[in-house]
DNA sequence: GAATAAGCGAGACGGTACGTCAAGTCTTCGC
DNA sequence: GCGAAGACTTGACGTACCGTCTCGCTTATTC
């Protein structure tokens, strides 16, 4: 056994927890994912660069974690839930729409890549981004659509997880490879062949 | 205006041009992407470092060319043509489940892997990308799809980009997330559907 | 007035100061003076770092104190003496031989160059050094030396600081400066010398 | 065999090495030796580290060289000659006196404690010193005790090291241990019972 | 005998410097 | 006269310790 020191996280010092993350986030719109340096997070933050490698292993790791304090430590997945007024397709929609949007939006260009850059790399932050980040709002995507089910708009046997793929890889892709422009129309399209697909 | 030195392209030395582009796709394999560097690229190619830096501005542009070369240089895109047995649904599959083959090759992990990162970072290779190794091959897709569509198998007004990304996005997103399984049986899935979305 | 807090002496942990003593010449035998920490000193006595800071105002203290505890608080000077036959000549080169061997035991290498190179870049440890450790020494030989010149066998307005410094200090020289073999005909040499030097 | 990279000597650039031992004597006079640090030198010299690293081992060795280069490189011992009136004892005392006036200035301090500092804990540099900066020193002051000794003024058959070293090293000796003043009178006095203990 | 305060072990903290690696530029020398 | 080799400045890496600062815990007075 190497035995390796670990430190005692009662001891943490909260306040320095929080520097370093809004650090990470403030360069990384600053200056773009690859040009931050632990070092410049460090400084910023006002911190010694062993309180950053003290807690966590890899500029990644601090990156990804200032992803997931910024999403509110949510503890349920409560507060967030999908509009329901009956009508699947129009609810979709209004949900695509608002997702296009965001991706289009250059504001959040940078800090989505350098998220996309980390959990593509390394496996083991692409695991904790599907179980904090993408599932709980998977999670609230598949009760609306389970909903659809009960109400028959949807096939009763339909995978729910690959309605969700359907619906949304060709977006993500089209944003990772710049291949195409994200507008409200192809958000509609996106929905009609999703419903189509998975029509009873 | 600055007057950048450039140098003259009919005399560079093609004996190094490829040493370097092997030594890159050696060194990807061998220790991963991000621990590849420049210097021992050159090291390994056995060329000065200034050699690199007079041909290609970054290590992304050396990696990129380096698949570009691997690709075959196929002047026009003939040689590769998919299947077309008339039935576009077992054809889909064949093809897919092949795709579905070579993203679960651990062979083709790092390579590709390295070759996503770049594209997503950088969206100047992002365009190359799309327009020397994405669209000859999508071509070719279309072209069985077109075909199909003739065949009254697809609908005539169908929009062969989405259906293309309705086909691979989802396979391509599991697989950059490892979110889920790469299987035969999800390969049939996105054919089936595919089908039922764009059927006439 | 700073008011700088002072630890009260008499609550001192004796357990904890004998423990930083004995881990400070061990590691320096161990591992060298320069390559010893206040860090490596706490951990290996089991004791926090504030402990030694509070008692001790720098490594070289420390280090200085490791070797003023092993020197044996003597308290008074008694229980050393120099040997008195009669012949000053005989006493002395029994007393400068036994100092060459001990210079040349390469036991005891490290940890007297450690003292020395603390007495050298640190004027208040020298002064500590030059009262605590060598005027007891030198006491002894003065008085010695003094008992010569009642016998007649150095002059008697000999400077005994002068002759005791042209005895010892070629020898200290030669073993600092590693500047020549340290034997005992060299020691019987310098008593010559000396003898020679302040014959009355 | 570990094959490590060495630097090819000329290639070297003059520029930076002479930079880096200005610097080097610099900042040892102003913050004195203890408190130099390799990061300092190469910023006040303008260097990359890199370069110091790659061409000395130590900051020890760095020190030293700056030394070296300010006794001026004499190439032949040449130039630096003691004075020879043909009275061995003035012109003895002269140089010791000197000697004296040059240890006492507060200037020469820090600069000669920061050598020998270097050359007590490093055999390496310790022999470098005898070599390249000692000995020289010693050759022209063993040529005037030779012609002395052909004078009839010194002993025919007395060691001229052991000369020396009853001359300088109580002087030495006092100085790095600030154990007596330094004084004209402490100068003859030297000369004096040097003389004495070897006298023909 | 309980209350209180000091010393204590532990170790996290903001820092400085370490020695290494690589980036991209500039120089030299050999073919 | 080009190009390999590689020295240069720069800057970040991840580590080791510095000296300071809480933490609980033990111990030893003081009331």
């Known amino acids: 056994m190497p035995e390796v020191k670990k430190p005692n996280p009662a001891r943490r010092n909260e306040r320095s927890r ?6 990470a986030r403030e360069l990384i719109r600053e200056v773009g994912y690859a040009k931050v340096s632990i070092e410049a997070i460090a400084a910023r933050a006002g911190v010694g660069k062993q309180t950053i490698y003290r807690w966590w292993p890899s ?6 974690d200032s992803f997931l304090a910024l999403s509110g430590d949510p503890e349920e997945g409560e507060g967030m839930a999908l509009p329901d007024t009956g009508d699947i397709e129009a609810d979709l929609k209004l ?7 965001e991706f289009a939006d250059p504001h959040f260009e940078a800090p989505i890549r350098a998220l996309n850059l980390e959990i593509i790399s390394d496996s083991d932050l692409a695991a904790q981004y599907r179980e904090k980040l993408a599932r709980p709002v ?10 659809a089910q009960q109400a028959g ?4 046997d ?3 997880d690959l309605v969700l793929e359907v619906l949304y890889a060709p977006l993500y892709q089209r944003w990772l490879h710049r291949s195409g422009p994200l507008t409200a129309e192809y958000a509609d399209a996106l929905v009609d062949v999703t419903l189509k697909a998975f029509r009873p």
């Not at 949900?95 to 949007?101: G, I, L, N, Q, S």
């Open 18 to 23: 929080h520097a370093i993350l809004d650090a």
């Open 59 to 64: 500029k990644g790791a601090v990156v990804f």
């Open 95 to 101: 949900v695509m729409r608002a997702t296009v949007a």
């Open 138 to 147: 998977e999670d609230v995507k598949k009760a609306r659509l389970r909903a």
């Open 153 to 156: 708009q949807l096939a009763a």
């Open 158 to 160: 339909a995978d729910l």
